[in-house]
């Protein structure tokens, strides 16, 4: 037999091989799960689901199954939850069940299972656990932290003040005033806005928070099974967030060189301690990965999630320029000029605190949330989801539902209000996902979010270089996360 002969039976054997094992992976794996589209052997649901526009695709797919159904990333299950009924219902109401992790396959080899984002079990319950305790000694939620947060958006104010009213790029000035704040607690002290090393982070973290959200990376999230053999754009993330291990690899070396256990300097300094303490015991979840990644994660988080928020932020407020002017209005009255504002204004400012939650709400900042799994076998919705099948909560289908939203599709800070102006809570605030996976910075976010964007505007207008009506608000990317459109801006002084 000539050699393409013999190539063409092997590769029609071996073909044949992936679809037997594929239909019986299938059939053991699928138990009673959501219906869906049918999925076809090896490729899964490729013909439904559009390169680059997985957000876009599933939310199609409702239309046809539900609120609740079930689509294939290749051979891969994962059960689709959409809106706020049907997440309420898994996040909440089964919060034990759904509070297992799976972690995107462009994350995998970074992560591996360890630091607190991406940990599963009882791993992720103990350091869960342990870091909210370090964030709060160390101030969250305290007023010490909001000093903190006051200094450093002075010190904000002074870039700003730098830049006379020329057009500029904000992105890294507000990821520097942002990420300080939680260096000032996983490092113990602040970076200089000049300090290269801190700038070339930020950099670095702004690129893999995009290339996490690119078509490629969706692609890839969704058939890594095949693509993982193959070299892609997926190594890039790798990359970036190697770089950034190394930088924590080296404060941790540092720390360990100058740790005083009688007085803890950060929340690195904790960990140590911790690791000290059970060096004894191998099964010890406290150890140089898990401190890393856990690091990492903290850093990571608790830059971007803000700093994108306050990008998005701006453009808004350029976009509707009536928004704008209402919230220096009601600043003025509140605050003044001549006192920094606190987080105690926030109960005396509605209208601030609505349009800062519906920033929230338009920038959709994680729209598939972050992918959950159920802990085990579980029933919901008359459906059985097998034990490990990953879960995507859209938080974005919740963010944006009509039946808890007026104008879902519309910037409204009425969402918030209620008719006689005083702000009004809703169920459907989730940008920070909701249930025992629920973001462990959240009250620091939401500070954090209050006082920068009062701070400010206390002192400046925000000056767009087009006409409101011409101000794009797409974003750059959307995949794993909504990435703001680049843009410029002035800052005048009022």
């Not at 759904?98 to 299972?113: D, H, I, V």
Request: charged share 25%; with cysteine.
């Amino acid at each position: 037999m000539e050699l393409s002969g013999t190539v063409t039976v092997f590769l029609a054997l071996y073909l044949t091989y992936l679809i037997v094992v594929s239909i019986k992976r299938g059939v053991s794996k699928k138990g009673n799960l959501p219906p869906g589209p049918t999925p076809l052997p090896v490729i899964g649901n490729f013909l439904q689901l559009k390169s680059g526009r997985t957000i876009e695709s599933l939310l199609k797919l409702r239309e046809k199954y539900g609120p609740v159904f079930t689509v294939y990333f290749g051979n891969r299950p994962v059960v689709v939850l959409c809106g706020h009924e049907a997440v309420k219902e898994a996040l909440i109401d089964k919060a034990e069940e759904f509070s297992g992790r799976k972690t995107n396959p462009t994350l995998e080899r970074t992560f591996q299972g360890y630091g607190v984002v991406f940990s599963d079990g009882e791993r992720w319950k103990l350091l869960r656990r342990f870091s909210l305790t370090v964030l709060r000694n160390f101030g969250m939620g305290k007023k010490s932290i909001e000093e903190r947060i006051q200094e450093e958006a002075q010190f904000l104010l002074e870039e700003f003040q730098k830049t006379r009213q020329e057009p500029f790029d904000p992105t890294f000035f507000l990821s520097r005033a942002v990420s300080n704040i939680i260096c000032s607690i996983v490092f113990g002290d602040r970076f200089d806005y000049g300090d290269q090393e801190f700038q070339a982070l930020l950099r670095m973290m702004n690129d893999s928070f995009r290339e996490m959200s690119t078509p490629w990376a969706q692609f890839y999230d969704m058939y890594a099974n095949i693509l993982k053999f193959f070299p892609g754009p997926h190594t890039k993330i790798y990359d970036l967030l190697e770089e950034m291990r190394l930088f924590i690899a080296r404060k941790v070396k540092r720390n360990q060189e100058t740790l005083d256990p009688n007085a803890p300097r950060d929340f690195i300094d904790c960990f140590l301690i911790q690791m000290d303490k059970e060096k004894g015991n191998p099964a010890s979840e406290f150890n140089l990965p898990n401190l890393e990644l856990t690091t990492l994660n903290l850093f990571f988080a608790g830059t971007e999630t803000v700093s994108s928020t306050l990008r998005y932020g701006f453009l808004l407020l350029m976009k509707y320029p009536e928004v704008q002017a209402k919230l220096h209005e009601e600043l003025d009255r509140v605050v003044g000029q001549s006192r920094v504002p606190n987080i105690e204004d926030r109960s005396q400012m509605p209208y601030t605190d609505a349009v800062i939650h519906e920033v929230q709400r338009v920038s959709d900042l994680i729209p598939m949330n972050v992918a959950h799994a159920v802990t085990c076998d579980t029933e919901f919705r008359g459906y059985v989801i097998p034990k490990g099948t990953e879960i995507y909560p859209m938080l974005t289908s919740v963010l944006h539902d009509p039946s808890m939203f007026k104008t879902p599709d519309t910037f409204n800070p009425g969402h918030f209000l209620d008719e006689s102006g005083c702000f009004r809570k809703t169920a459907a605030f989730v940008p920070f996902s909701s249930g025992k996976r629920l973001c462990l910075g959240e009250g620091l976010a939401r500070m954090e979010l209050f006082l920068f964007f009062t701070t400010i505007l206390q002192r400046f207008r925000l000056k767009p270089l087009l006409p409101p009506q011409d101000i794009s608000l797409a974003p750059r990317e959307k995949g794993f996360a909504t990435i703001p459109p680049f843009y410029k801006l002035c800052i005048v002084p009022r």
